[in-house]
């Protein structure tokens, strides 16, 4: 079942305090973002915070469940987790659940970004950043050599002396 237009306002209402989230639709529920991460999710009217590590077990201790979503392999858990019922009474009480969803997502972002520099890989920018300088400069570089490799030259033809 999609969430419905008042629980997703309820929702934003709630995290409000965390940061300034922006919310989009995805695979019949909604991403809560924030900073550039996703940090939360709506599915059926409910909100999940996500949890790493580090506050994972703050979830568990709290009684919090699991968001499990139904794949064809069968039941799949994820990082996810529904806050306390009093959390979703009032944005001050919401606060210190959307600060550890936030800080997780921040942690798996930089941890992502990190292994790419590990690899040797380059991090894409998203759609619409500005190309970092020296990727530009790169790019230009190539282009122009590409053009003048791109006329060949006749093996029969001699270079002027």
């Given at each position: 079942?999609?969430?419905?237009?008042?629980?997703?306002?309820?929702?934003?209402?709630l995290?409000?305090?965390?940061?300034?989230?922006?919310?989009?639709?995805?695979?019949?529920?909604?991403?809560?973002?924030?900073?550039?991460?996703m940090?939360?999710?709506?599915?059926?009217?409910?909100?999940?915070?996500?949890?790493?590590?580090?506050?994972?077990?703050?979830?568990?201790?709290?009684?919090?469940?699991?968001?499990?979503?139904?794949?064809?392999?069968?039941?799949?858990?994820?990082?996810?987790?529904?806050?306390?019922?009093?959390?979703?009474?009032?944005?001050?009480?919401?606060?210190?659940?959307?600060?550890?969803?936030?800080?997780?997502?921040?942690r798996?972002?930089?941890?992502?970004?990190?292994?790419?520099?590990?690899?040797g890989?380059?991090?894409?920018?998203?759609?619409?950043?500005?190309?970092?300088?020296?990727?530009?400069?790169?790019?230009?570089?190539?282009?122009?050599s590409?053009?003048?490799?791109?006329?060949?030259?006749?093996?029969?033809?001699?270079?002027?002396?």
């Amino acid at each position: 079942m999609p969430n419905t237009p008042t629980f997703v306002q309820h929702a934003v209402d709630l995290l409000v305090l965390v940061a300034p989230v922006q919310v989009r639709a995805m695979f019949g529920g909604h991403g809560v973002y924030a900073e550039g991460v996703m940090f939360a999710l709506l599915d059926d009217d409910e909100l999940f915070l996500k949890a790493d590590d580090a506050c994972r077990e703050r979830f568990v201790e709290a009684g919090c469940q699991r968001w499990v979503y139904q794949s064809p392999r069968g039941p799949m858990p994820t990082s996810y987790f529904r806050p306390p019922d009093e959390a979703h009474e009032d944005p001050e009480a919401m606060l210190p659940w959307g600060r550890l969803a936030l800080d997780a997502a921040l942690r798996a972002q930089a941890s992502k970004a990190a292994t790419a520099r590990g690899k040797g890989k380059v991090a894409t920018p998203k759609r619409g950043a500005a190309q970092p300088a020296r990727a530009r400069v790169a790019k230009e570089r190539a282009e122009r050599s590409g053009a003048r490799q791109a006329e060949p030259r006749s093996r029969t033809a001699r270079r002027p002396r």
